[in-house]
């Protein structure tokens, strides 16, 4: 019985060295992946629903690894997170969307009208400075600050109010927009949207797939809609997977949607032809 206890004891030891030793080794290759440029940028649209137009693309990591093959953000940007990674990850981030954005530009000869979105971590805003990264990057791409969104999750604010409070600001006066990211899964209080100066809301997927069937969904996505739009805000449905989806949420009154109904994350390529296409 004891050897039995002993064993399972063992097992479940080196289960745990594995997985800090894999942790380890995603660190390390990250680290040497942003190092040599092996991570891309995919570009997914994001509608205007009421214009019927792409409004912009939101920016998502991504890292084909040599050996591992496709290593999801959702593995490796806690990864990031917890290695420090993630300022020079979300530096890279800003700089890449930026260019190129800039590059479709100048293949029009002129700004064309689609904003661009980033992913700004809480722990990046805690411990780089963003707003100064970001006023860089834009006098370097010639990119106007109102063209670029920065999508920043509730736990930002949960960590350090004050910082981000300030950084916030600092975005504002560049005149860079600021969503909330995966609205309503957080864990802080709703004062902070009468505070803090937010422009848009995204409602998380959670709440947006399976809403046609679901009545407590549909309850949560209308008080969202029906809160933002009492405090001026735009929204933006994540996850819009059909057209009745589509539909249902611009009957509602949401300004924006995102999802593989419109388009998947695109190569920079992909995503500007899907823009010119779509222009008419
Ligand atoms: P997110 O910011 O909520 O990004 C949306 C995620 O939903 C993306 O996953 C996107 O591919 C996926 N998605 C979009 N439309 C649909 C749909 O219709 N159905 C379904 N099922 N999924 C859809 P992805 O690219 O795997 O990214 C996962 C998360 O990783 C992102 O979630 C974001 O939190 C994080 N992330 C990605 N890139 C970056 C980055 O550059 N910096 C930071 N800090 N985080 C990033
Ligand atoms: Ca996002
Ligand atoms: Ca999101
Ligand atoms: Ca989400």
New binding site residues.
């Given amino acids: 019985k004891r050897a039995k206890t002993s064993g399972r004891v063992e097992v479940h030891h080196s289960g745990e060295a594995a997985c800090a030793r894999y942790k380890l080794d995603l660190e390390t290759e990250l680290r040497r992946a942003i190092d040599q440029g092996d991570l891309r940028?995919?570009f997914?649209p994001i509608m205007d629903l009421g214009a019927n137009r792409v409004a912009g693309f939101?920016?998502?990591?991504?890292w084909t690894h040599p050996v591992r093959g496709v290593i999801?953000?959702?593995e490796f940007?806690p990864v990031?997170?917890e290695a420090g990674l993630?300022v020079p990850?979300?530096r890279w981030?800003v700089d890449t969307a930026l260019a190129t954005l800039a590059r479709w530009d100048a293949a029009a000869g002129r700004p064309i009208p689609i904003s661009m979105s980033?992913?700004?971590?809480a722990i990046?805003l805690a411990r780089d400075d963003v707003p100064g990264v970001i006023a860089a990057a834009l006098a370097t791409h010639g990119i106007d600050g109102g063209r670029l969104t920065v999508?920043l999750?509730e736990s930002a604010i949960v960590q350090d109010p004050e910082r981000t409070t300030r950084a916030l600001q600092a975005l504002k006066s560049l005149n860079v927009r600021v969503a909330m990211?995966?609205f309503g899964t957080g864990y802080s209080s709703l004062s902070y949207l009468r505070k803090l100066p937010i422009d848009n809301l995204?409602i998380?997927?959670s709440f947006v797939?399976g809403m046609l069937a679901d009545r407590d969904k549909v309850a949560i996505v209308r008080a969202v809609l029906s809160l933002a739009d009492a405090l001026g805000k735009t929204t933006t449905a994540?996850?819009?997977?059909s057209i009745e989806l589509s539909q249902t949420l611009a009957a509602l009154g949401c300004s924006h949607g995102?999802?593989?109904?419109y388009g998947?994350?695109l190569t920079p390529e992909a995503a500007h032809e899907f823009w010119q296409t779509r222009i008419g």
Avoid: H
């Fill in positions: 940028l995919a997914q939101e920016a998502l990591a991504r999801d953000p959702g940007i990031a997170e993630i990850l979300g981030a980033v992913n700004v971590s990046q999508e999750t990211d995966d995204k998380d997927r797939s994540e996850g819009v997977e995102q999802g593989y109904f998947m994350p």
